[in-house]
């Protein structure tokens, strides 16, 4: 298939590393021209600098979109973009019932309520000019809800119900908004999340293979899964072959999910 994203803007949100770096450059590489977010000024130059290896038209806005504050300053800087993708997210291991009302807040002001201020934002523009694509990258613990971090999956879970409401909201415009189900992926911090629940010692091999065993032994891949995997979905639901797909959650999940549909 022939993606083609030239004469489109596309923000990533928390994209300095990881399944964000992975879709900035998956959609720099279809020709997007592709905005780099972060908190961190000197992380999103470094990966802007990293993008621009391969050729890609990529630009960076430090922000934390997470906040009020953060959000207006990003739409200063980039008040349009054709491509929205909410990717920005927190995750880490509490017992359940230690879970406290203040992480409880921070886990949906940043996984659900940053995607929800931007999608509020940028839909307006995307609409009037009748073409648009919203993305939110969720996970497979919205629908299998992990019991080691019982915040995270029910904000993931609430992410698949802020894109199902507004693919409604944008129903005949031109406009897409969809989610990815991503399965366990292997980053930097998943790498970290995995050395919490698995012997230190372990090389990292031996650590992935007994994770996945002891923790996630319902994935059919029996592997985590690289982020450019994720990527090849988000840029495929950014380009105009997905004209056709709004309102859904699509899994990339290595099979985790027990489910024909999630």
Known sequence: MNIDLSGKTALVTGST??????????????????????RTASRVDEAVEQLRTIGGDVFGVAADVSTDEGAAQLLAELPEVDILVNNLGIFGAVPAREVTDEQWRTYFEVNVLAAVRLIRAYLPGMTERGWGRAIQIASDSAIVIPEEMIHYGVSKTALLAVSRGFAKDAAGTGVTVNSVIAGPTHTAGVEDF?????????????????????HRPQSLLQRLIEPAEIANMVTYLASPLASATTGGALRVDGGYVDAILP
Request: glycine share 14%; proline share 2%; aromatic share 6%.
């Open 17 to 38: 590393q990881g399944i964000g770096l992975a879709i900035a450059e998956g959609l720099a590489r279809g020709g997007a021209r592709v905005a780099v977010n972060g």
């Open 194 to 214: 995995v050395y919490q629940l698995v012997d230190k010692s372990l090389p990292w091999d031996e650590a992935q293979r007994e994770f996945m065993r002891k």
